[in-house]
Structure formats: structure tokens, C-alpha cells
């Protein structure tokens, strides 16, 4: 009996291990990564977010020449 159980837990570690293996590879399925990935993108965010207001302040400004050509 004691060897059936010990099989059976081994065989679900396995298994655990394999799917989330599998979950990894198929869909970069990992935590970490995860949370890496989001503080790219709010960072990537936030940098954009002060890059367009940069571009509404020099459009709006009344003195800001829109022809250069002048």
C-alpha cells in the first residue's frame, strides 16, 4: 500500500511540474516573467503618457510655429 501511494505522489508531482511546464512554453505562462512584463509596459506607458503631453503643451502654446517655413 505504501508503495502505491508513493507511486501515485510521484506520478502527480510529475505531472504538476509537466503542465506547468507545458504552460510556460505555450503561453510564456511564468509569474515572474509576468510581473517583469508589467512593470515594462508601465514604464513604457508612463514615458509615453509624458512624451504626449510634451506634444499637447507645444501644439496648444498660442506662440508655438506651426510653419517653419517662414
Do not use: C, G
Request: aromatic residues 6%; negative net charge; glycine residues 0%.
Amino acid at each position: 500500500m505504501a508503495t502505491l501511494s508513493l507511486v501515485l505522489l510521484m506520478t502527480s508531482v510529475v505531472s504538476i511540474a509537466l503542465l506547468a511546464s507545458y504552460l510556460d512554453a505555450k503561453f510564456q505562462w511564468h509569474p515572474v516573467r509576468l510581473q517583469e512584463q508589467l512593470k515594462q509596459k508601465d514604464t513604457q506607458i508612463a514615458s509615453l503618457q509624458a512624451h504626449i503631453e510634451i506634444l499637447e503643451a507645444s501644439i496648444t502654446e498660442l506662440d508655438y510655429p506651426l510653419n517653419n517655413n517662414h
